[in-house]
């Protein structure tokens, strides 16, 4: 069953901002560093941004200072906010935690199904 649910890519031009929202769906609690990658065509996945339980953050240094994320841990979301958006940020954005419990029952390595974000012009 699907545990992260990612929402907000889209089609935006180089120089916009968009933002992406990844939410956990019902009966889930205690989940650990959360996460965001992202895989552009033909290449690997790559990590984007990390934001742990106890609220730290960080950022890749390819996107430091476009790229933002937060948490908010009372709705088991995390989200990403995109500035000055280039052409090769085009992937599809996957939304990540390391640990969580699913109706009581310990999760490793959880994946959301991805949502595309693509910038062109």
């Known amino acids: 069953q699907v545990l992260l649910v990612e929402s907000g890519g889209g089609l935006v031009q180089p120089g916009g901002s968009l933002g992406l929202s990844c939410a956990a769906t019902?009966?889930?609690?205690?989940?650990?560093?959360m996460a965001w990658y992202r895989q552009a065509p033909g290449k690997q996945r790559e990590l984007v941004a990390t934001a742990t339980a106890s609220g730290i953050t960080a950022v890749a240094h390819t996107v430091n200072g476009r790229f933002s994320i937060s948490r908010v841990n009372a709705k088991n979301t995390i989200y990403l906010q995109m500035n000055s958006l280039k052409f090769e940020d085009t992937a599809v954005y996957y939304c990540?935690?390391?640990?969580?419990?699913?109706?009581?029952?310990?999760?490793?390595?959880?994946w959301g199904q991805g949502t595309q974000v693509t910038v062109s012009s």
């Open positions: 990540h935690a390391d640990t969580l419990l699913y109706r009581g029952i310990l999760h490793r390595d959880v």
């Open positions: 019902e009966s889930i609690a205690g989940i650990s560093t």
